[in-house]
């Protein structure tokens, strides 16, 4: 499959979850890890590489950080990680995760579950962001937050700035 551009609207996350269907999480994961190894590889990177994403993709972050060995990892409300904590004892790196206290997608047992699996350990990080639903840094849709989003993103390259 090309390249996919679709509108934050009804439509456009109608589409966006029939394809989330098709996807194949264990080789998407894997590709990720793979980029990392590729970054890592090229003459041009001679810093440290981070894994960071949305949704599906905080998901893709956190798992490719635990295959890959990233040096830090950023997770904005990441759809599907407490279905795959087994995964947490190999995230050894810095990781921060960003969670909407409104998010039905992530609902706060999940947050919780996601907590437990990194509890007693000093490399993970967790914001929660009251107030706030699942999207909240994407301006394009209509749960965005601009104070939330600014703190999340200032607080991310902190992070970042911090790890790498």
């Known amino acids: 499959m ?3 551009d679709l509108a934050y609207d009804e439509a456009g996350s109608a589409r966006a979850r029939q394809l989330l269907q098709t996807v194949d999480g ?3 994961a894997a590709d990720v890890a793979a980029a990392v190894d590729v970054l ?3 003459p041009e990177v001679t810093g440290r590489v981070a894994t960071l994403g949305y949704c599906f993709g905080g998901q893709m972050a956190f798992r490719a950080a635990a295959l890959a060995r990233a040096d830090a990892a950023v997770c904005y ?3 599907g990680i407490a279905g795959h904590l087994d995964l947490a004892p190999r995230v050894t790196m810095p990781v921060l995760f960003h969670h909407a206290a409104l998010d039905a997608l992530i609902p706060q047992d999940a947050v919780a579950a996601i907590k437990a699996a990194f509890a007693g350990r000093s490399n993970a990080v967790f914001l929660d962001y009251p107030g706030v639903d699942h999207g909240f840094n994407c301006w394009g849709r209509p749960r965005y937050n601009q104070q939330a989003a600014a703190l999340a993103h200032g607080l ?9």
């Open 2 to 4: 090309g390249w996919v």
């Open 26 to 28: 264990t080789q998407a």
């Open 40 to 42: 890592r590889a090229r």
């Open 77 to 79: 409300y990441g759809g």
């Open 156 to 164: 991310t390259l902190e992070f970042l700035s911090q790890h790498l």
